[in-house]
């Protein structure tokens, strides 16, 4: 099975030098469901944001997709962005447009003609049962509702990788569930990468997952 | 409602830059023709002991555009009651010949003291009246005005481009959330830019179309026409083609520095 992500003696620190990750080595697979654990603050959110490349290793070496990205030029990490589908726990939508238009954001920056992502928007907004909300502005949802929309943009361009920062953090126990039964959808039917960080594995999965823990800068594949 | 005023303060501020700089071309543009005016009824005298023509005038100094030799009949005139005939004869030989010469632009004082030094240079000429006194108070209090004006001007641009600096900081923020999302699914610079741009433009189109919408109803209104004529001269107030281009293109410039100063400074979220 093809490895869309390797990393070897990979340390993580912010500008303070302070080290987050200390010499993790792990792979995940194509095809692979992946649950990060760790207590809050143990770098979770720090080792994901250096798999989309919004943190370069400090040391060792982190290949995604086949490139890597300890030193990365601009216009590859934009290359690599566009075949990944990101989901944040504070959702992040462009508040002054619609949710047609953040869910259309993917398929226009690959390129898509606007008719194609006006259908596959609103084939996905049926999908997170918001179908009725098409013309609205995040803030006048709730908070379940504008993480189904994220993820409704997270899965638009059927990216090869989908990473979701504790992606149901705030959210009721139906929004919750449908993320999830979403994140599943997506690993089963399109056979979709997915990592998710999170402080709960749900209980009722029906997906294979792997399971890496993180304590003390050091990374333990559990599962 | 939102939309008018994410435009508005832009569009006010553009407009006022480009409201001091019209404002200072008009009066930079007034200035010149009142010069071309007060140059027509400004003229030096020449006293010469022999002829002289405009072309010789002009080779000493090249200010002099013309010079035209006042007839001494007046003079000799008022003389000739107590004299003989042939007196008056050989009076009109032995004068010296007086000249009113004529400027190619109102003088600055440097240049009336070089055409004075000129003139007496030439071994014919004996001496020149320059009216230097009345000159300079008239030169002066031009120079006052458009110094006042220049002041001015430059005053309300500096607040505006700190008005515009303080916008800057808000319309970083407001586009910083939009592009950093944008960067995330590997939006490219342009396209992270484009709406910025796009914005920018618009504004700048906005301000540009107001101004000349302004300008030309002001240089047609009555009351600035006769602030002219007052002063007898004839100024185009606004030009719909080159003041609207220079209008267009200094608003363009504007947002474009001021949306680049947005991306430069935009840093991705880590």
């Known amino acids: 099975m093809d490895k869309v992500i390797i990393a070897q003696d990979l340390s993580l620190a912010y500008s303070n030098n302070e080290t987050i990750i200390n010499k993790a080595s792990f792979s995940i697979n194509s095809g692979n469901f992946v649950f990060i654990t760790g207590a809050s603050g143990s770098g979770k959110s720090t080792l994901l944001k250096s798999l989309y490349g919004a943190l370069k290793p400090k040391q060792g070496s982190l290949v995604v997709g086949g490139v890597e990205l300890k030193a990365i030029s601009r216009s590859k990490l934009n290359f690599l962005r566009r075949h990944i589908g990101i989901v944040f726990q504070d959702y992040k939508l462009v508040k002054e447009w619609t949710i047609e238009k953040n869910i259309m954001l993917p398929l226009l920056i690959n390129g898509y003609l606007k008719s194609v992502a006006q259908d596959q928007v609103e084939k996905l907004l049926k999908h997170v049962r918001l179908n009725h909300q098409i013309g609205k502005y995040p803030l006048e949802l709730s908070g379940g509702e504008q993480q189904r929309v994220a993820m409704a943009r997270a899965l638009a361009h059927n990216p090869i990788l989908i990473m979701a920062d504790e992606p149901t953090g705030n959210l009721d126990e139906y929004s919750s569930q449908l993320i999830w039964n979403l994140l599943e959808g997506a690993n089963n039917q399109l056979k979709t990468t997915v990592i998710v960080v999170t402080h709960n594995i749900p209980k009722n999965l029906s997906v294979d997952y792997k399971h890496f823990h993180i304590e003390y800068g050091n990374i333990h594949e559990i599962r | 409602m939102k939309s008018v005023r994410n435009h508005l303060s832009l569009v006010l501020a553009l407009l006022s830059i480009l409201f001091s700089m019209q404002l200072y071309f008009i009066v930079e543009r007034s200035i010149d023709a009142y010069k071309v005016k007060l140059s027509q009824n400004y003229s030096v005298i020449a006293v010469s002991k022999e002829e002289l023509s405009?072309?010789?005038?002009?080779?000493?100094?090249?200010?002099?555009?013309?010079?035209?030799?006042?007839?001494?009949?007046?003079?000799?005139?008022?003389?000739?009651?107590?004299?003989?005939?042939?007196?008056?004869?050989?009076?009109?030989?032995?004068?010296?010949?007086?000249?009113?010469?004529?400027?190619?632009?109102?003088?600055?004082?440097?240049?009336?003291?070089?055409?004075?030094?000129?003139?007496?240079?030439?071994?014919?000429?004996?001496?020149?009246?320059?009216?230097?006194?009345?000159?300079?108070?008239?030169?002066?209090?031009?120079?006052?005005?458009?110094?006042?004006?220049?002041?001015?001007?430059?005053?309300?641009?500096?607040?505006?481009?700190?008005?515009?600096?303080?916008?800057?900081?808000?319309?970083?923020?407001?586009?910083?959330?939009?592009?950093?999302?944008?960067?995330?699914?590997?939006?490219?610079?342009?396209?992270?830019?484009?709406?910025?741009?796009?914005?920018?433009?618009?504004?700048?189109?906005?301000?540009?179309?107001?101004?000349?919408?302004?300008?030309?109803?002001?240089?047609?209104?009555?009351?600035?026409?006769?602030?002219?004529?007052?002063?007898?001269?004839?100024?185009?107030?606004?030009?719909?083609?080159?003041?609207?281009?220079?209008?267009?293109g200094v608003a363009v410039a504007i947002s474009i520095v001021l949306a680049s100063l947005i991306v430069l400074g935009h840093k991705e979220e880590a």
Request: glycine fraction near 2%.
């Open chain 2, 54 to 248: 405009s072309e010789a005038f002009a080779k000493i100094n090249k200010i002099v555009s013309q010079a035209k030799e006042i007839a001494p009949d007046s003079v000799i005139k008022r003389l000739s009651s107590d004299m003989k005939s042939t007196n008056v004869e050989l009076l009109k030989l032995t004068l010296p010949r007086f000249y009113k010469l004529s400027l190619s632009h109102y003088p600055s004082p440097e240049e009336i003291k070089k055409l004075k030094s000129d003139l007496l240079a030439h071994n014919a000429i004996t001496k020149v009246e320059d009216f230097a006194h009345t000159h300079d108070t008239v030169y002066k209090l031009l120079l006052l005005f458009k110094n006042v004006v220049t002041l001015f001007s430059s005053v309300v641009l500096l607040v505006t481009v700190l008005l515009i600096f303080k916008e800057l900081r808000i319309w970083q923020y407001k586009h910083n959330e939009r592009m950093s999302i944008m960067g995330l699914f590997g939006a490219a610079l342009w396209l992270r830019s484009a709406v910025l741009f796009r914005l920018a433009i618009v504004d700048a189109l906005l301000a540009s179309f107001v101004a000349f919408g302004i300008f030309t109803y002001l240089s047609s209104y009555p009351w600035v026409l006769d602030q002219f004529k007052n002063i007898g001269i004839d100024v185009v107030v606004f030009n719909p083609i080159d003041d609207f281009l220079m209008i267009l």
